[in-house]
């Protein structure tokens, strides 16, 4: 689907752009079926490829619009997915001397490079990679969100809640009294 032959791939460069259903894309899939994603219409992507030498450079572009649930509030909010991201790709590893003229041993991780193998490039994995890093850790609806009280449960955004101030955790109950010694 989202594949390109590496020889098509020239130096003066290839683009690429469209939309695709999340629901298609391997790792979006089952978060989709679970229910733990939530997407508003397909996703968006525009790759330019270039080649140079054995170097193929990827600025790449993704964008969607998701709906996700506060974490603070419960309540369902729209959250929007955009990222530019560049990636580094090889057909085989670049030697690289230092000023001794010595052979440096690196690995592709440690050049930020990806290894390719076969004749083609499989563009969905970067977009998936590049989407799931821009979902937010702790998703929150807004700055302000206050959350739900901890004791009754009331959404703090829509009303006062009426407990009477924290309440004390009866397990801690025994060290209420406690008293340490500090000449010790």
Known sequence: MLTIQIEKIKSKGLNRSGEVDAAKLSGLDDLIKTGQLVLDGPVSYSFNLCRIGEMIT???????????????????????????????Y??????????????????????????????????????????????????????????LCQNCGADLNQSVCKCEGSQFDTRFSALKNLKIDSDK
């Open 58 to 88: 990827i600025q790449g572009h993704v964008a969607a619009s998701v709906g996700l649930v506060c974490d603070l509030c419960l309540e369902p909010f729209d959250f929007s997915v955009k990222s530019d991201f560049d990636l580094v």
């Open 90 to 147: 090889a057909l085989q590893m670049p030697e690289i001397e230092d000023e001794s003229d010595a052979e440096l041993e690196l690995t592709a991780d440690d050049l930020g490079i990806v290894l390719l193998t076969g004749e083609e490039i499989d563009l969905s994995e970067p977009l998936v990679e590049q989407f799931l890093l821009c979902l937010p850790i702790k998703a929150i609806c807004r700055k302000s969100c206050k959350g």
